[in-house]
């Protein structure tokens, strides 16, 4: 398993939390998603995936749900 944290900018609430988990593990490989909110920051967004995942698929997962992935940690 592969383990991945990115940070996402935009998210302000639970409700926002769950439209980026949501939208994340529709894509291929991954297994789970773990957000540390920061309301007004960035938040922590952690994948984990069977397969090492493809920025481009990220981002494009992230931005259907309204957000902006910032980094890769």
């Excluded at 994340?24 to 909110?37: A, E, N, Q």
């Amino acid at each position: 398993m592969i383990e991945t944290t990115y940070l996402v900018r935009g998210m302000t609430c639970e409700h926002c939390v769950r439209a980026v988990s949501l939208e994340l593990l529709s894509v291929s490989g991954v297994m789970s998603v773990d957000v540390s909110l920061v309301s007004g920051g960035d938040s922590g967004v952690t994948v984990v995936s069977g397969e090492p995942l493809n920025w481009d698929e990220v981002r494009a997962a992230v931005d259907e749900a309204g957000y902006e992935v910032v980094s890769e940690r």
